[in-house]
Each structure stands twice: as C-alpha cells, then as structure tokens.
C-alpha cells in the first residue's frame, strides 16, 4: 500500500497508484479530503495537460499548491484522469 504523508499524516493511500514522468499519481478517491482545499491555481504542462491544484492543510501547517490533478489532460496521457500527485514536500512510502 502507498502511501502519501505531509506533516505525518497521511493523507492519502492506495494499492492503485500511478508513475508518470518521475511522478506517483494516487486516484482521487483514496485521498483524505479533509485535507484538501480547491486552489484557484492552474498552470499548463505540454505534454498533460492544464492542472488543476490543492492545497494540503493539516492542523495549522499548510503547502500552498501541495497537490495538482488533470480534470481533462491530453489524451495520450488520459490515464491520469482522476489521479493526484504531489509536491516534493510529501513523502511518498510503498
């Protein structure tokens, strides 16, 4: 099991996560969404697409853009619809 941890909590985990480009995607679901607030923040990736971000709030810390998913990305990576990944500032553990 995968898991994601910021600020040692975990804030997402699953058996089903995705690597793309360096990267480990876990599905939308098996995040904790308590965590997770909507940012107004999007930014443009040529190779997947226009991201859409999150920032991670756990007690009173806070990553400003911790997390980033691709509501619509580019069709030779529609894989990744649904899945999120994280800044450098979350650990990931398998």
């Known amino acids: 099991m995968a898991k ?3 600020n040692g909590i975990v ?3 699953s058996n089903q996560i995705m690597n793309l480009g360096g990267k480990k995607y876990f599905p939308h679901p098996s995040v904790k969404s308590n965590y997770f607030i909507e940012s107004e923040r999007h930014s443009v990736c ?7 971000y999150y920032h991670l709030q756990v007690g009173d ?3 400003e853009n911790g997390a ?8 030779k990576v529609k894989s990744i619809q649904n899945f999120i990944g994280f800044d450098d500032d979350v650990e990931i553990r398998e």
Do not use: D, Q, S
Request: glycine share 4%; net charge positive; no cysteine.
């Open 61 to 63: 810390k806070r990553i």
């Open 4 to 6: 994601a941890i910021w």
């Open 46 to 52: 040529p190779i997947n697409g226009t991201a859409n």
């Open 11 to 13: 804030v997402a985990e």
């Open 68 to 75: 980033h998913y691709f509501p619509n990305p580019n069709p």
